[in-house]
């Protein structure tokens, strides 16, 4: 009596499957656990980079003509709430736990505050926040405790300077 070999090969492609099988599932998980880690980094840095953009600007001239100080906190705008926005934009809406710091590397290192910084000097804004607000599984193949997002800048205030109020005139 003569056995067809396909049939016996279709039970090995089973056989070879079942063992196979969960070694692809852990590295495609895996590959999508990496790839939303770096895309969360990605986020996170450009978070820091929007707040930094701000920052560097220290004033700014409303439609009114008016002059408004970039502060780190308070007042509209501020450097904590554009970033705030940011990350709810990119997606992630649980900022529990999300911390931001903004200081300064260069000159007064004891100001605190956007507007109070000079032309060309360096500071850092850090955001933080716990990885379990923005992950979307709880498979834990990668497992970090926070994310942070860190942008060193300078600032672009413009020199002071003065105008004379008096227009010069042609002398014929």
Partial sequence: ??????????????????VILPFLVI???GVWEIGRLIQLQQIMNQAARDGARLASQANIVTTSGAYTQIAFNTG???????????????GITNLNGLQITFE??????????PYQGVKNQRFRVR???????MRW??????????????????MMV???????PSLPGWVP
């Fill in 158 to 164: 413009d020199d002071p300077f003065t105008l004379s």
């Fill in 27 to 29: 590295l495609i998980v």
């Fill in 127 to 133: 955001v933080t926040l716990p990885y379990e607000n």
């Fill in 1 to 18: 009596m003569r056995t067809n070999r396909a049939q016996n090969r279709n039970g090995a492609a089973a056989v070879e499957l079942a």
């Fill in 104 to 113: 300064y590397l260069t000159g007064d290192l004891g100001a605190t505050q």
């Fill in 76 to 90: 509209t705008p501020n450097v904590e709430d554009t970033i705030r926005d940011y990350l709810q934009a990119a």
């Fill in 137 to 154: 599984t709880n498979l834990s193949l990668v497992n970090p405790t926070t994310l942070s997002g860190e942008c060193i800048w300078q």
